[in-house]
């Protein structure tokens, strides 16, 4: 992915981009992205994690605050923990029309709630 100095990216580049520890390890990668139809600000990346070729994979939304891109990795990186992701607050089907679920999730990745 080259940047060529400018800060916009397409969501199908973003789509499939690693994300990584501070320390390097690889946690996962971005799924898709779900974005706020009003203010058009892009909310979570739906992390995908775990499983092995695809398989038994589990996926998170982590909100977009906890990611920044690190053009040495070409990936993300994130302070969040393995365990965290792991211990990430239970969704169903319709989690993102949840408002109690998004509460939740905010406080348990320690990030300010994008809609206040």
Known sequence: MQTSGHSLISSSDVNGTTVYSPAGEQL????????????????YAVMGFGGFLGLGEDHHPIPWGKLRYDTTQEGYVTDLTREQLEGAPARDADWYRDRDWEERTHRHYGVHPYWM
Do not use: A
């Open 28 to 43: 996962g990668s971005i799924d898709h992205l779900m974005i706020d139809k009003v203010s058009g600000k892009v909310v």
